[in-house]
T-cell receptor, first 112, second 116 residues
């Protein structure tokens, strides 16, 4: 069965510091992978996605993610975090069922 | 482009009443729409998948008679919570997949349902 694990429930960083949010997936083949961001009381905004090709994917707002098949990981990174990045981040996988399976999310807090 | 709206954004209803939530794709046609439920500080759980003109497919554990889904057109899907109870209070989010066959789903802003 497909599943997504986000090991970090809550991360706190200082503004300007680098960020890495972890995501591990379970799927037999190469999945479609996504990172979404959700601000309080809002829907989801797509940051980036990986379908195939280059394993380093660039997204919006300065985010990037790297697909590592050997580690079944798709970690999200940003070199310098801004206060406006404080939000909930969800990793998701889509397999052959066309359904998105979400991780439990990581809440990012940014201190000035 | 690729905007999905939901109405209402917030609704409070009394226990035992029914509530309808609309999900619209504003600038594209969507063959498939998805309904998710999100409990406070938790992840999104897929409730059902609806395709235009056919019955919705519900995930295991979701009561189809309680959560009625109608995908009336290529731009509109509705979720009706029937005989609502306080435990149905939640954040309901829809998403839509374009008819063009893109793999991406576009999400609505969500509807906060509170049942008193």
């Amino acid at each position: 069965a497909q599943s997504v694990t986000q090991p970090d429930i809550h991360i706190t960083v200082s503004e300007g510091a680098s960020l890495e949010l972890r995501c591990n997936y379970s799927y037999g083949a190469t999945p479609y992978l996504f990172w979404y961001v959700q601000s309080p009381g809002q829907g989801l905004q797509l940051l980036l996605k990986y379908f195939s090709g280059d394993t380093l994917v660039q997204g919006i707002k300065g985010f990037e993610a790297e697909f590592k098949r050997s580690q079944s990981s798709f970690n999200l990174r940003k070199p310098s975090v801004h206060w406006s990045d404080a939000a909930e981040y969800f990793c998701a996988v889509e397999g052959n069922t066309d359904k998105l399976i979400f991780g439990t999310g990581t809440r990012l807090q940014v201190f000035p | 482009g690729a905007v999905v709206s939901q109405h209402p954004s917030r609704v409070i209803c009394k226990s035992g009443t029914s509530v309808k939530i609309e999900c619209r794709s504003l600038d594209f046609q969507a063959t498939t729409m998805f309904w998710y439920r999100q409990f406070p500080k938790q992840s999104l759980m897929l409730m059902a998948t609806s395709n235009e003109g056919s019955k919705a497919t519900y995930e295991q554990g979701v009561e189809k008679d309680k959560f009625l889904i109608n995908h009336a057109s290529l731009t509109l899907s509705t979720l009706t919570v029937t005989s609502a109870h306080p435990e149905d209070s939640s954040f309901y989010i829809c998403s839509a997949r374009p008819r063009t066959g893109e793999d991406e789903q576009y999400f609505g802003p969500g509807t906060r349902l509170t049942v008193t």
